[in-house]
């Protein structure tokens, strides 16, 4: 049998943002109680499996990086879509992201951390950001445009 790609992609996504909201569970039933924890992640996953097919799904030389992040802000939109949908506010929505986000990147070696953390804080990155927005520069990276 067969499957559609675009059908697996979806079940991998799908998982990592059961594995998220797994995570964050106990922050949100702190915040919501059980029964609004369980409502919100329903609610939340549901618009977020819808939001999958409009997902871009970038190529090239950086592709992972920038899939992550368009990830990541797909399932924090479906976060505030089902926050907001219970009355909530785009503040409550973010303290919930923010914790899945603190929790997921606790996940890896605090070594990782502080290499990632350096480097992006670094004089070396401060100054490339601040060339290219200087010279109001477009990069290409596969088929996706930053524009500084």
């Not at 569970?25 to 939001?51: I, P, Q, W």
């Not at 290499?115 to 996706?144: H, Q, T």
Request: aromatic share 12%.
């Amino acid at each position: 049998m067969q499957t559609d790609s675009r059908d697996s992609t979806s079940k991998g996504l799908l998982r990592d943002f059961d594995k998220t909201a797994e995570l964050v569970r106990s922050f949100v039933a702190g915040r919501y109680g059980e029964e609004g924890a369980e409502e919100l992640y329903r609610d939340a996953r549901r618009k977020y499996e819808e939001s999958i097919p409009r997902i871009p799904r970038i190529s090239g030389l950086r592709a992972r990086v920038l899939n992550t992040f368009l990830r990541i802000t797909a399932q924090e939109v479906a976060v505030y879509e089902a926050v907001k949908g219970r009355g909530g506010t785009l503040a409550e929505a973010w303290e919930v992201c923010h914790e899945a986000i603190c929790l997921r990147m606790n996940g890896f070696p605090k070594w990782k951390r502080s290499l990632f953390r350096r480097f992006m804080y670094s004089g070396l990155v401060r100054r490339v950001f601040r060339r290219r927005e200087e010279n109001k520069k477009y990069m290409r990276l596969g088929d996706f445009e930053i524009r500084y």
